[in-house]
């Protein structure tokens, strides 16, 4: 049956073990005024299992320990072709809106591309041994990268080279900026490590008491966090704390996966008091929360939809429906984002730098439909 792409809120996509791209819709039906997830499309192209995958506003990018990066349209639903840089598994995919994409790999580099043409811009070395986490500054001129030769890596994207690096002891496995990018936080096993943006130093940490596996904020201050268990734990961030303000039990199996993005409105509009939750689990499962902001701490999430995807998840991203996108992009730059702006470049200037075409070795492949 066709799914009536008004009432489409949300596009989720995962990946498994079976070395397969699973791509869901999330839909809301009036007459019950229920929401549903319902499989939209797969893809077996990769013959490694799918470690990462990323969506932005109109792509979609899969890495996987095959050392490829398959690339997907995610608006015509077509598949684009594939990227052969890495000499590795792929680790970590981010984009910054539809212009800009990095990979990295356990080759050790992060490599820069330009969406529209999909050259390799630049290839960023410093790691010696394996990337394990990425991200990008929501400015799009800072990133940072952890990776198994326990340092934590600082990027200036402008100019296309390392900006300075921290020695942190440990490898870690997770890296991530903070929504209003004020802070950012690493993760090493179960420990969640905040740092402050202007010292460039821990400002607080807890440990979770479980290896993690998932991590994405809520709220520039609040962040969702899944591991070896069954449940989703709620951290708050302060200038000197970090406190667990909820709990609760989500899956049977582990946590995989976490996704957040605004809650999506009846009329297509993200909602301001809510946010969704993607959680993805070994037990097959994908679940759809609601979180009520300003009630994170007293109620439970409540739980809008699940489906069984009978695979042994990896990995999820979500694609926010072109409404709620457009409605976000017109939201105004953070205090972080202006003042990097004023530092590092004029508005002219590109996110990164452009290198020689000879340094690029992906390849695209005829476009195809994917397989509903």
């Not at 498994?16 to 039906?29: F, I, K, M, S, W």
């Not at 398959?70 to 072709?81: I, K, M």
């Not at 402050?196 to 520039?220: G, L, M, P």
């Given at each position: 049956m066709?799914?009536d792409?008004?009432?489409?809120?949300?596009?989720i996509?995962?990946g498994?073990?079976?070395?397969?791209?699973?791509?869901y819709e999330?839909?809301y039906?009036?007459?019950?005024e229920?929401?549903?997830?319902?499989?939209?499309?797969?893809?077996?192209?990769h013959?490694?299992?799918?470690k990462t995958?990323?969506a932005?506003?109109?792509?979609?990018?899969?890495g996987?320990?095959?050392?490829?990066?398959?690339?997907?349209?995610?608006?015509?639903?077509?598949e684009l072709?594939?990227?052969?840089?890495h000499d590795?598994t792929i680790?970590c995919l981010?984009?910054?809106a539809?212009?800009h994409m990095?990979?990295?790999s356990?080759?050790?580099?992060?490599c820069?591309?330009?969406t529209?043409?999909?050259?390799?811009?630049?290839t960023?070395k410093?790691?010696?041994?394996g990337?394990?986490?990425?991200?990008?500054?929501?400015?799009?001129?800072?990133?940072l990268?952890?990776?198994?030769?326990?340092?934590l890596?600082?990027?200036?994207?402008?100019k296309?080279?390392?900006?300075?690096?921290?020695n942190?002891?440990?490898?870690?496995?997770h890296v991530l900026?903070?929504?209003d990018?004020e802070l950012?936080?690493?993760?090493i096993?179960g420990?969640?490590?905040?740092y402050?943006?202007?010292?460039?130093s821990i400002?607080?940490?807890t440990?979770?008491k479980?290896?993690?596996?998932?991590v994405t904020?809520?709220t520039?201050r609040?962040?969702a966090?899944?591991?070896e268990?069954?449940?989703i734990s709620l951290?708050?961030?302060?200038?000197?704390?970090?406190t667990?303000?909820?709990?609760f039990?989500a899956h049977?199996?582990r946590?995989?996966g976490?996704?957040?993005?605004p809650?999506?409105?009846?009329s297509?509009?993200?909602?301001k008091?809510?946010?969704?939750?993607?959680?993805?689990?070994?037990?097959?499962y994908?679940?759809?929360?609601s979180?009520q902001i300003?009630?994170?701490?007293?109620?439970?999430p409540?739980?809008?939809a699940?489906i069984?995807t009978?695979?042994?998840?990896t990995?999820v991203?979500?694609?926010?429906?072109?409404?709620a996108m457009?409605?976000?992009?017109?939201k105004p730059q953070?205090?972080?984002?202006m003042?990097?702006?004023?530092r590092k470049?004029?508005?002219?200037?590109?996110a990164v730098?452009?290198?020689k075409?000879?340094?690029h070795?992906g390849g695209?492949s005829?476009?195809?439909?994917?397989?509903?």
């Amino acid at each position: 049956m066709a799914i009536d792409q008004d009432k489409v809120c949300l596009n989720i996509i995962a990946g498994c073990y079976e070395r397969t791209v699973l791509g869901y819709e999330v839909t809301y039906n009036e007459k019950s005024e229920k929401y549903s997830i319902q499989a939209k499309f797969t893809d077996n192209s990769h013959i490694g299992y799918v470690k990462t995958i990323a969506a932005s506003n109109n792509l979609l990018a899969s890495g996987s320990t095959d050392e490829t990066i398959h690339l997907y349209n995610l608006q015509s639903n077509t598949e684009l072709g594939t990227l052969l840089q890495h000499d590795g598994t792929i680790t970590c995919l981010c984009f910054h809106a539809d212009s800009h994409m990095i990979s990295s790999s356990e080759d050790g580099t992060l490599c820069v591309w330009d969406t529209n043409s999909w050259d390799c811009m630049k290839t960023l070395k410093g790691h010696k041994g394996g990337v394990n986490s990425i991200a990008i500054h929501p400015s799009g001129k800072l990133a940072l990268s952890v990776g198994v030769d326990k340092t934590l890596r600082t990027w200036n994207l402008l100019k296309g080279r390392a900006a300075y690096t921290t020695n942190i002891k440990q490898a870690a496995d997770h890296v991530l900026w903070s929504p209003d990018g004020e802070l950012y936080i690493v993760v090493i096993e179960g420990v969640i490590n905040v740092y402050n943006i202007t010292t460039a130093s821990i400002a607080c940490t807890t440990n979770c008491k479980k290896r993690i596996n998932a991590v994405t904020f809520i709220t520039d201050r609040v962040v969702a966090v899944g591991g070896e268990g069954n449940n989703i734990s709620l951290y708050e961030i302060t200038k000197s704390e970090v406190t667990c303000i909820h709990d609760f039990e989500a899956h049977d199996n582990r946590i995989k996966g976490l996704k957040c993005v605004p809650a999506c409105t009846v009329s297509g509009k993200p909602s301001k008091s809510h946010r969704w939750l993607v959680s993805a689990s070994s037990d097959g499962y994908i679940k759809l929360w609601s979180l009520q902001i300003n009630k994170l701490q007293e109620e439970s999430p409540s739980l809008l939809a699940e489906i069984s995807t009978t695979a042994r998840l990896t990995c999820v991203t979500v694609r926010p429906t072109v409404k709620a996108m457009d409605t976000e992009m017109e939201k105004p730059q953070t205090k972080a984002t202006m003042a990097l702006d004023e530092r590092k470049a004029s508005p002219k200037q590109p996110a990164v730098k452009r290198t020689k075409a000879s340094d690029h070795k992906g390849g695209k492949s005829k476009k195809k439909k994917m397989k509903p």
